[in-house]
């Protein structure tokens, strides 16, 4: 617990809420107190979204759903559900890893996600297992390269060398290191420190390992 605390008090110093909860199954209880009825509502890719039920209780009719996964979606539909999230009232998604400093670290392929985590919706709600604390941007880093990245690559059958070999082939190497492929999903990375607008990103820490 100390971890969690010493972490929670570096995210509300950096102007980022932090609240904690025992359980996935808390999860949503949580974000239905922090969004409004009828909110404008949208999410990055994350596991451990699916996991905490999250996406099930956006397809209440609570809000007002920008579903980027809905069945029969064309790309240029999901395109579009990706423009229409910046101007959304609340976007939900994960962290790659959240420092017992109270920095935020993503990395995307796409970087809808953290187009949106940097600038457009109005809040930012990110909810994130104990799994993804780590003591510093290094550790951040290599987090990514030796569990996020390859995990995610599986999941998305991306054919690169850390889907392959289960790590990144610039593990070694600097933060922007990596393949050479063309389905690499490192391609932008986003460190989210000191906040001007305090309390736009809030992160709900749960106490269970949860997504990658």
Do not use: W
Not at 128 to 144: E, F, W
């Amino acid at each position: 617990m100390d971890k969690i605390k010493k972490t929670m008090a570096a995210l509300e110093k950096n102007g980022i809420n932090a609240t904690f909860v025992e359980s996935k199954h808390d999860v949503v209880d949580v974000i239905k107190k922090m969004i409004p009825e009828g909110s404008v509502v949208s999410h990055g890719g994350s596991e451990t979204l699916k996991e905490c039920g999250v996406r099930d209780f956006l397809l209440t009719g609570y809000c007002e759903y920008l579903d980027r996964n809905k069945p029969g979606l064309t790309p240029e539909e999901i395109t579009a559900i990706y423009r229409a999230s910046f101007s959304a009232d609340f976007y939900l998604t994960s962290s790659n890893a959240v420092t017992e400093n109270g920095e935020l670290y993503n990395v995307d392929g796409n970087s809808n996600r953290i187009a949106a985590i940097c600038y457009g919706p109005t809040k930012i709600i990110m909810v994130v297992g104990v799994n993804k604390i780590v003591p510093d941007l290094d550790a951040a880093v290599r987090r990514v390269k030796e569990i996020a990245a390859p995990m995610n690559t599986k999941r998305l059958n991306c054919k690169t060398y850390c889907e392959a070999q289960g790590e990144c082939v610039g593990l070694d190497g600097e933060m922007c290191s990596g393949c050479a492929s063309d389905m690499r999903i490192c391609c932008n990375y986003l460190v989210s420190a000191k906040q001007r607008v305090k309390g736009r990103i809030n992160v709900i820490i749960v106490n269970e390992e949860l997504g990658y």
